[in-house]
């Protein structure tokens, strides 16, 4: 069986500042993988996605993530947030040939000015 | 265009009542999915239509819960008995095929009192 692990619930960070927010994954066999962006009382958004090739995916907003297949890792970066990125941010995985997507529970990126 | 939409955006009801929750996708898009987003928690798959058919419900809690697709493009998700644990908030997504994209809705918010 596949899981989604998020370790963070809450990411607090300075405006400005560069933020990783971590998600690791378990699954046997090979996965796509994405993250969701949902903004406040809006639906989620895709931000970015790893299907196959390069390990480095770069995605809307300046977000960018890299897929580590021996840390099983595929962490979410952005080297300067701003105020407009306050939101939760959502790791999600399918078994290639599959529809069915496995969710974190979800990063909340807080925002400091 | 317009995206996928979901009404109504927020519902209340007691503990015994029947809701319908509905979901517009985007034109064309053949592939639809409901998820359950509990509090705190990731998007949890539900039920996944291709066309007219429910290709997968594996994800639907108990039969109180039905969903129908009657003509390829609108969905209804039915709930009988509500219990309290059935608040949440409800997500619909669309997709071209089943191995595309998937694009979300806002989400219906269900509060059994």
């Known amino acids: 069986a596949q899981s989604v692990t998020q370790l963070d619930s809450q990411v607090p960070v300075f405006e400005e500042a560069p933020v990783e927010l971590r998600c690791n994954y378990s699954?046997?066999?090979?996965?796509?993988l994405f993250w969701y962006v949902q903004y406040p009382n809006q639906g989620l958004q895709l931000l970015l996605k790893?299907?196959?090739?390069s390990t480095l995916v770069k995605g809307i907003n300046g977000f960018e993530a890299e897929f580590n297949k021996s840390q099983t890792s595929f962490h979410l970066r952005k080297p300067s947030v701003h105020i407009s990125d306050t939101a939760e941010y959502f790791c999600a995985v399918v078994r290639d040939s599959n529809y069915q997507l496995i969710w974190g529970a979800g990063t909340k990126l807080i925002i400091k000015p | 265009g317009a995206g996928v939409s979901q009404t109504p955006s927020n519902k209340v009801t007691e503990k015994g009542k029947y809701v319908e929750l509905r979901c517009d996708p985007i034109?064309?898009?053949?592939?639809l999915y409901w998820y359950r987003q509990s509090l705190g928690q990731g998007p949890e798959f539900l039920i996944y239509?291709?066309?007219?058919?429910?290709?997968?419900d594996s994800g639907l809690p108990n039969d109180r819960f039905f969903a129908v697709r009657p003509e390829g493009s609108v969905s209804t998700l039915k709930i009988q008995r509500t219990e309290r644990g059935d608040s949440a908030v409800y997500l619909c997504a669309s997709s071209l095929t089943a191995s595309n994209e998937q694009f979300f809705g806002p989400g219906t918010r269900l509060t059994v009192l």
């Open positions: 699954s046997s066999v090979s996965v796509y």
């Open positions: 790893y299907l196959s090739g």
């Open positions: 034109s064309g898009h053949t592939a």
């Open positions: 239509f291709q066309g007219t058919g429910a290709a997968d």
